[in-house]
């Protein structure tokens, strides 16, 4: 669950935001350790994804039965499966194309040109839920995706890789100025990284539409999978209560990142970072296997809720879903309109570069509330599988981890932009994710 929407708040009052952006050079500075450390994530992401769900496909997932059995080639790999991901690809391309929705504007590039971006995810999110409606009443069984869980993500993995590679080839020809902020110039750290901050095939923005279409709306699909494939091998009538609250909890945050698409312009995947095998791999491959990994553990592993436990696990989803939503609407809001009257009792420390910083409201009581949300929902959603085993805590250890260096790379980042403003914003905004904790 990659937080969606960037976490610091600023906005411009002036003419100057052409020339507050930063242009498109290239940094000097490697982050994820350099090229040893790029080269150990693509090496150890695809090996961490098939370890974990070979261990959640066993009766008893202990560490007295690691590492699981690798199985055969035809286990892992086949092309009729393949074949489906490239439909369901496809598919995906075709609803991000239909002339619906309205088009905005992203952030101004380093030359001051505005891409356009069409926002019709959440159409795309209704189309995809006729289909598969129409598919599985036609007779389509969506245990098949079950079954055959381990070799659609390798099928996902194998065309996350081509696409990094093409990514890579079309990027060596890039004008400077098309150059992500992040790129190096050095041929695998930008493979992991990318070096093309806008690849697009004419209108057709590779990036943009990797990071909310296949995998997203993927992984919604996956969790319906799973919740069928418990009611037929558990023999159940309807699905579980943990399956539901798995469902509808993942479910509600999909609909949330596709009802407030724009908030995605503003992200550092779109802004700062290439696209390259970091954001392939993450949004057609991590997103869909691995953030349904609660929904695969309870087919083979079921466990009974009770409606007292079921509702504390609703409330702190709650809790979670209103930080990081109202958080995000806060930030939204005074970036298109920083004197709406609304927006009056906000404070804020103006900067160098003609932004200011909001320091008020859910952004005066840690510097990243949305991060907050975010592990709180994630949280939420593990719960439900009980504590039989750490692999469903699996997700919540991984984001914790994720939005701690993500949080780092925004501090080094906004430190070098802002200066003594960010000094004095970091004094008045002293934690950073938890109150009194970090």
């Not at 411009?12 to 935001?17: E, G, K």
């Not at 959440?122 to 189309?127: E, I, P, S, Y």
Request: proline share 6%.
């Amino acid at each position: 669950m990659d937080s969606k929407e960037e976490n610091i708040v600023t906005t411009t009052r002036s003419a100057s935001l052409k020339t507050s952006q930063a242009p498109a050079t290239q940094t000097k500075d490697l982050e994820f350790g350099g090229v040893p450390g790029v080269l150990l994530i693509m090496l150890g992401l695809p090996a961490c994804l098939c370890l974990l769900l070979l261990m959640c496909k066993q009766k008893e997932p202990s560490l007295l039965n690691f590492p699981p059995p690798l199985p055969a080639w035809q286990d892992l790999w086949e092309t009729r499966v393949f074949g489906v991901y490239i439909l369901w690809f496809l598919m995906q391309a075709l609803f991000y194309l239909l002339p619906v929705g309205k088009v905005v504007e992203g952030m101004p590039l380093a030359d001051g040109r505005r891409l356009k971006y069409r926002l019709n995810g959440f159409c795309a999110l209704l189309l995809t839920s006729a289909v598969i409606g129409a598919a599985v009443f036609w007779g389509a069984d969506l245990y098949y995706v079950y079954g055959h869980f381990l070799q659609f993500a390798l099928a996902a993995a194998a065309f996350s890789l081509g696409l990094s590679v093409y990514l890579a080839v079309r990027a060596a020809g890039a004008p400077p100025c098309a150059l992500a902020p992040s790129s190096s110039g050095n041929a695998i750290y930008d493979f992991f990284i990318g070096r093309e901050l806008n690849p697009r095939i004419g209108t057709f923005d590779l990036k943009y539409f990797c990071e909310l279409r296949p995998g997203l709306i993927g992984w919604v699909v996956v969790n319906l999978a799973m919740l069928l494939a418990e009611m037929r091998l558990q023999n159940r009538a309807a699905p579980s209560l943990a399956m539901t609250l798995v469902n509808s909890f993942q479910l509600l945050y999909v609909v949330d990142a596709l009802w407030n698409e724009e908030a995605l312009l503003t992200t550092m995947d779109i802004t700062h970072d290439g696209f390259g095998f970091m954001l392939a791999f993450g949004d057609l491959v991590w997103v869909p296997f691995i953030y349904s990994f609660q929904a695969f553990y309870l087919v083979g592993h079921p466990n009974e809720v009770s409606w007292p436990m079921a509702s504390l696990i609703i409330a702190l989803k709650l809790c979670g879903y209103v930080i990081f939503r109202r958080a995000n609407s806060q930030k939204n809001a005074f970036r298109k309109n920083p004197a709406d009257p609304k927006l009056a009792h906000l404070k804020t420390i103006h900067t160098s570069t003609g932004k200011d910083l909001l320091v008020s409201g859910w952004w005066g009581f840690v510097r990243h509330p949305n991060y907050l949300g975010d592990l709180l929902m994630a949280l939420a959603w593990s719960l439900p599988c009980g504590f039989g085993h750490a692999l469903p805590y699996f997700y919540v250890a991984y984001f914790t981890v994720l939005l701690v260096h993500r949080e780092a790379r925004d501090e080094r980042h906004c430190r070098r932009r802002y200066g003594l403003a960010w000094e004095q914003y970091c004094r008045r905004v002293p934690y950073r994710i938890l109150p009194r904790v970090y």
